[in-house]
Nanobody
């Protein structure tokens, strides 16, 4: 069974940096997309960035130029380097995996438990 575990969250001052990690385990199809999403209290879940197994990336408008998503397929780990952090970045950050199922021939959606990122002075 697929499991996703996030790490690296914490408290940082505005302008600081954090690096989040998401370690995946279990049977993962070669056809997959991983991504980071975030959710602040009272707000909708928001796309941060996605990355395919081949390395194609997509970023949310609010984080372009500040965040960088990457992955190491050998380690089955995804990263999010966050620089120039702003108070508006404060949220719970969730790791996502969309993996093709051989049973249904459709993508199955997996989520991690989330890691808290707080940007405050």
């Amino acid at each position: 069974q697929v499991q996703l575990v996030e790490s690296g969250g914490g408290l940082v001052q505005p302008g600081g940096s954090l690096r989040l990690s998401c370690a995946a385990s279990g049977s993962i199809s070669s056809a997959n997309v991983m991504g980071w999403y975030r959710q602040a209290p009272g707000k909708q879940r928001e796309l941060v960035a996605t990355i395919t197994s081949s390395g194609s990336t997509n970023y949310g408008t609010s984080v372009k130029g500040r965040f960088t998503i990457s992955r190491d397929n050998a380690k089955k780990t995804m990263y999010l380097q966050m620089n120039s952090l702003k108070p508006e970045d404060t949220a719970v950050y969730y790791c996502n995996l969309d993996s093709m199922s051989r049973v249904t021939m459709n993508y199955v959606h997996y989520w991690g438990q989330g890691t808290q990122v707080t940007v405050s002075s």
